[in-house]
Every structure is written in C-alpha cells, then in structure tokens.
Nanobody, 111 residues
Framework: QVQLVESGGGLVQAGGSLRLSCTASGIIFSLDGLNWHRQAPGKQREWVAGISSGGDIYYKDSLKGRFTISRDNAKNTVYLQMNSLRPEDTAVYYC?????WGQGTQVTVSS
C-alpha cells in the first residue's frame, strides 16, 4: 500500500523560505518519479514540480528560480525547497505518485 507523508509546512512572512518533505512507503522509491502539486483556496490543484528516478527535474514555469525539488533515495524522501515566498504561494502542498496523494501540508505566506 502506497503511503505519502508530507511535512514542513507552516506560516512564513513574504520573502521567507520553507522546505517541504514527502516520505514515501510501499513503493520502490529509487525506481520512480514523484511530483509536488498545490491547491490554493478557491482554486484548482496545480502541478508544481516533478523529479524522475534518474534525477531529471521539471518545474512549473512561473516557479523556476524560486523552488527546488530534490530527492534522497536513502530516506525515501522528496524535498521541495521554496525560497522568496509570496502570498500567492499560500496553498496546501501535496505529494503525488501514480494516482496516490499525501494528506498535504499547509503553507501560508503573510504579506
């Protein structure tokens, strides 16, 4: 059974940083890619970034330069480093793997 557990969210002032973590179980982590999505209040969930098993990285265009995705296969964990945060980054951030979602972690950026 696939389980994805996110952590690292919180309240931060604009311009601040957060690092989100997603720890996976029930998969052969090193063989698969994972993605981050987010859902802001009143908006549809959107894709944020993804990383393949081989380390290929992809970002939503508007987030390039501020967000960095990485993975640690030894810890079965994918990270999302978010810098220069803006109020519009406020959302619940979700880890996604093959139709499986984590429970999400809330990120709130105050102006």
């Amino acid at each position: 059974q696939v389980q994805l557990v996110e952590s690292g969210g919180g309240l931060v002032q604009a311009g601040g940083s957060l690092r989100l973590s997603c720890t996976a179980s029930g998969i052969i982590f090193s063989l698969d890619g994972l993605n981050w999505h987010r859902q802001a209040p009143g908006k549809q969930r959107e894709w944020v970034a993804g990383i393949s098993s081989g380390g290929d990285i992809y970002y939503k265009d508007s987030l390039k330069g501020r967000f960095t995705i990485s993975r640690d296969n030894a810890k079965n964990t994918v990270y999302l480093q978010m810098n220069s945060l803006r109020p519009e980054d406020t959302a619940v951030y979700y880890c996604y793997y093959k139709q499986n979602w984590g429970q999400g972690t809330q990120v709130t950026v105050s102006s």
